[in-house]
Nanobody, 126 residues
Framework: QVQLVESGGGLVQAGGSLRLSCVAS????????MGWFRQAPGKEREFVAA????????YYGDSLKGRFTISRGGAKNTVYLQMNSLKPEDTAVYHC???????????????????WGQGTQVTVSS
């Protein structure tokens, strides 16, 4: 049973920071590309960040690079999303996802990700 569990969301004031975690279990995720997506009420799912299977490359959504950083934990089954200088428009449910295809970089297309977590709510107050 593959499972992705996100944590670290919450309520923060604009300008603040949060670090989201995504713990993977049930498979060897060390060779999987991983991504973060978010969805705000009434809006389309939006790509946030991705990290390639070998951690050599990272990708970010438009306007997020410089504020958000994706990384993988030493045990390789945890992916983090460090979010700094948060804005009210960052308010959304954040989901992590895993792309199991060998050698993939992940990327912004949600269709390549086979496994998804339930999400964690991030709310940024003005």
């Amino acid at each position: 049973q593959v499972q992705l569990v996100e944590s670290g969301g919450g309520l923060v004031q604009a300008g603040g920071s949060l670090r989201l975690s995504c713990v993977a279990s049930g498979r060897t995720f060390s060779s999987y590309a991983m991504g973060w997506f978010r969805q705000a009420p009434g809006k389309e799912r939006e790509f946030v960040a991705a990290i390639s299977w070998d951690d050599s490359s990272t990708y970010y959504g438009d306007s997020l690079k410089g504020r958000f950083t994706i990384s993988r934990g030493g045990a390789k089954n945890t992916v983090y999303l460090q979010m700094n200088s948060l804005k009210p428009e960052d308010t959304a449910v954040y989901h992590c996802a895993a792309d199991p295809s060998p050698g993939h970089s992940g990327g912004s297309y949600h269709g390549v990700y086979d496994y998804w977590g339930q999400g964690t709510q991030v709310t940024v107050s003005s």
